[in-house]
């Protein structure tokens, strides 16, 4: 091996530990707001800790499309239509007579959605952020067609009731499903070879396919899997509230998209974790809750998520940066 391969090798375990670092760095701002939030919640509201089942509950639904949204971010796009993937599943579910085939109908709804975002950005070259806020409003409209803009409730109400109730403590159905959606995905980004390859997406699109990677079936899975698990969260949303809410997810974009950023999922790929946006989905969601129980109206409470994703992003070089790329490709400068 001569000293120019040396140093090479060298280098690459330079990069490799420093990107090491810059991950834990990250998930650390999010655990240190974590931190605050909860030390502020204990001052301001002790009774968010006691109420486990509002809390958690909150937590799942916004930590659920997060959830969701980590691959697509993971590989540097973004998938805006989740909110309206979530209210017109919800509607699909309640229009159906079995609840069983309503569920199976609002899961392949997500499924389909994401594999439409994916050929927008895939095949025809459409810009992400682009192809999916034309989706979000595309299907908006749709739920609000398919709903007669009121909201619809679902066939089997006893089913949606037992839903609600509590298993274990205050661990509802809802909570179980966003644990074992957390799990399948952490496997699934830390194991699976289809998942660490989302990572190299992320980091070089170009030398990935170099590499021999199909960028472009990676691309289709993660928007497929932002999709299923959007939908996901509007059949779990819809059997809580045994009703499916053509609004529902009005204000779940925003924060879903703050929990993966907090949680130290860089916009432009390459790296972050579902970890880090479990973080980022409890902190969101008791500051959420302490609001909320301190009589903080819903439009002041975007403020402070604004807020919350602001102070993130300004606190991450790499987020920063993103950011500022985003919004120079989306004016086309």
Not at 47 to 63: E, P
Not at 144 to 168: M, Q, R
Not at 172 to 184: E, G
Not at 221 to 246: C, E, K
């Amino acid at each position: 091996m001569n000293e120019l391969q040396t140093l090479d090798l060298r280098g690459a375990g330079q990069t490799s530990r420093l990107r090491s670092v810059l991950g834990r760095r990250t998930e650390g701002r999010g655990l240190a707001l974590l931190a605050i939030v909860v030390v502020a919640a204990a001052i301001n509201e002790p009774l968010v800790f006691t109420s486990y089942q509002v809390t958690l509950g909150f937590v799942a639904l916004i930590g659920l499309v997060a959830l969701g949204l980590t691959p697509v971010i993971l590989m540097g796009e973004l998938d805006l239509s989740v909110a309206s993937t979530l209210a017109v599943s919800g509607v699909i579910l309640a229009s159906v007579p079995s609840l069983y085939l309503g569920i199976a109908a609002a899961l392949g709804a997500g499924l389909l959605i994401g594999a439409i975002n994916a050929f927008f950005v895939v095949k025809v070259g459409i810009n992400s952020f682009i192809a999916t806020l034309g989706m979000l409003f595309a299907l908006r409209g749709l739920a609000f067609v398919l709903s007669d803009e009121k909201p619809v409730p679902v066939t089997n109400i006893d089913a949606a009731i037992n839903f609600g109730l509590p298993l274990i403590g205050p661990i509802t159905p809802r909570v179980i499903i966003f644990a074992l959606v957390f799990v399948a995905l952490q496997v699934f980004l830390t194991k699976a070879r289809a998942g660490r390859e989302l990572y190299a997406v992320g980091g070089n699109r170009e030398a990935a396919r170099d590499a021999g990677i199909p960028v472009s079936r990676r691309l289709f899975s993660g928007f497929m899997i932002s999709g299923l698990v959007a939908a996901l969260a509007g059949v779990v949303n819809t059997l809580t509230l045994t009703a499916a809410d053509p609004t529902a997810g009005s204000t779940v974009l925003l924060a879903s998209i703050a929990a993966a950023i907090i949680g130290g999922v860089v916009l432009t790929g390459g790296r972050g974790s579902v970890l880090g946006t479990l973080i980022g989905a409890l902190s969101l969601g008791i500051l959420s809750v302490t609001l909320t129980f301190i009589g903080v109206q819903v439009d002041i409470q975007q403020i402070f998520i604004g807020g919350v994703l602001f102070l993130a992003v300004i606190t991450d070089p790499a987020s920063l940066k993103a950011a500022v790329g985003t919004i120079r490709s989306t004016l086309g400068r």
